[in-house]
């Protein structure tokens, strides 16, 4: 099976060993992604909105270094600090998904890697 992997470069991947994402065959798997910066500061501080756009446009460039895009998107997992901010996350999460609907999970998590963000997603996509 072949495999292609992107990454973002940042220390951190190589520190953990990790990729930003992953193609096998026709799946690809894109881990975990708060909204950072090329600077690796986060965006938008205390704003699920925002962050959850920043997070899936990163998502939506590591699918398509991988020959994948949003439309092949059957799966988001979406990590959150604060569940009561789950309308304006599942607004953010419509505005790239409303005419893809992939299975999509969202859950309350005590926190994340940065402490300034308040959403951390995950997706996976199934190519033809």
Request: net charge negative; no cysteine; aromatic share 6%.
């Amino acid at each position: 099976m072949d495999r292609a992997r992107v990454s973002t470069g940042t220390d951190w991947e190589e520190q953990v060993g990790y990729s930003r994402a992953v193609r096998a065959g026709d799946t690809v798997r894109v881990a975990g992604t708060i909204a950072m910066d090329d600077g690796g500061a986060v965006v938008a501080p205390g704003d699920a909105y925002e962050q959850t756009k920043h997070a899936f446009g990163i998502v939506a460039d590591a699918l398509a270094d991988l020959d994948a895009a949003i439309a092949d998107v059957v799966q988001t997992r979406l990590y959150v600090t604060d569940i009561a901010d789950q309308e304006r996350v599942g607004e953010a999460h419509s505005e790239f998904f409303a005419d893809v609907r992939p299975v999509a999970t969202m859950v309350e998590v005590s926190g994340l890697a940065a402490p300034e963000a308040v959403v951390e997603v995950e997706a996976v996509a199934q190519v033809e």
